[in-house]
């Protein structure tokens, strides 16, 4: 691994950075000007990385050389992403130090690994043309998935400030994303609502024999936001100057949360480990929002 730094010393990368993965793409480029912006608010250094997606080897009627050359051109792309995003982030974040690596091997396990120690690795939603637009990028997806430290997806950032920031709900047991968006709500000087949505699965449905009763709902929703109501007491209490609120739907979480990403400069979403349970939500509002998205690890056990 080889590094290009900028605007500092390398001594000066003792404390936890905030990681940004770029490409050399508009995504890309978007969310590094978040990091950078998101490092000054954290007083982090900003460490800028990016892979070569080199080609398997060429055989048969290829020689050698025509192998290298293409290998270089992906090596020089990457090393002009590097320094595009460096500059960019320059001008995002004056004075911020900045430290530029180059990573090897597979782009999604390279920035994925590129994430540990981190305060928390940016990616940009990859796509090309309207329809491509609308699905995530496959690096993007395996960091927000499988990183160990918070991955924040940015996507259609407007610029505008809302001063609110969203947090999914959905293990009332957890904590880890509400750690996280409370920080962030307080970095920020903004509100935060809570959202807790909950429906009956089709399986679950069939079960019952029949949906709810429009008394069973109301008494279903008044006991889950009093719950939700006493988790957010606690932080509150360790928050003082964070406005609180908070939200219970009924309807899909993934729809609930994309549309809650509309109006937050910031949605936060817990996961699970990797492999460990449904990630259909997670992916639902990764695909759909309309800004950045971050998904935040559990906290481990034990």
């Given at each position: 691994m080889m590094s290009m730094t900028h605007n500092g010393e390398e001594a000066g990368m003792s404390a936890k950075p905030i990681v940004a993965a770029t490409d050399g793409s508009d995504e890309s480029l978007r969310?590094?000007?978040?990091?950078?912006?998101?490092?000054?608010?954290?007083?982090?250094?900003?460490r800028i990385v990016s892979a070569a997606a080199l080609l398997p080897r060429m055989i048969g009627?290829?020689?050698?050389?025509?192998?290298?050359?293409?290998?270089?051109?992906?090596r020089q792309h990457r090393d002009e992403a590097l320094a595009a995003a460096a500059q960019r982030a320059t001008q995002a974040a004056p004075g911020l130090l900045i430290d530029a690596d180059r990573l090897d091997g597979a782009p999604a396990e390279a920035v994925t690994e590129a994430g540990s120690g981190a305060l928390m690795l940016v990616v940009g939603s990859r796509g090309n043309g309207a329809f491509a637009a609308m699905i995530l990028g496959s690096v993007s997806r395996y960091a927000a998935t499988h990183a160990a430290c918070p991955v924040v997806v940015v996507r259609e950032e407007t610029g505008a400030a809302h001063?609110?920031?969203?947090?999914?709900?959905?293990?009332?047991?957890?904590?880890?994303?509400?750690?996280?968006?409370?920080?962030e709500a307080a970095l920020r000087k903004a509100s935060l609502i809570a959202l807790h949505s909950w429906h009956l699965p089709d399986s679950d449905i069939s079960r019952?024999?029949?949906?709810?009763?429009?008394?069973?709902?109301?008494?279903?929703?008044?006991?889950?936001?009093?719950?939700?109501?006493?988790?957010?007491?606690?932080?509150?209490?360790?928050y003082p100057d964070v406005p609180v609120s908070q939200d219970v739907v009924h309807g899909h979480p993934g729809r609930a949360?994309?549309?809650?990403?509309?109006?937050?400069?910031?949605?936060?979403?817990?996961?699970?480990?990797?492999?460990?349970?449904?990630?259909?939500?997670?992916?639902?509002?990764?695909?759909?929002?309309h800004g950045p998205v971050v998904t935040v690890p559990s906290a481990p056990e034990g």
């Open positions: 969310a590094v000007d978040w990091a950078a912006r998101e490092a000054v608010l954290h007083g982090a250094p900003l009627g290829h020689a050698m050389s025509d192998y290298e050359t293409v290998s270089d051109t992906i001063r609110q920031v969203g947090v999914g709900v959905g293990d009332l047991e957890n904590s880890a994303s509400l750690t996280f968006a409370f920080e019952a024999g029949s949906i709810f009763t429009e008394p069973e709902r109301y008494v279903a929703e008044t006991e889950t936001a009093k719950r939700l109501e006493q988790l957010l007491d606690n932080w509150r209490t360790k949360l994309a549309g809650l990403s509309a109006r937050a400069d910031l949605v936060v979403l817990g996961r699970r480990a990797a492999h460990h349970g449904p990630a259909s939500v997670l992916h639902a509002v990764l695909n759909h929002a």
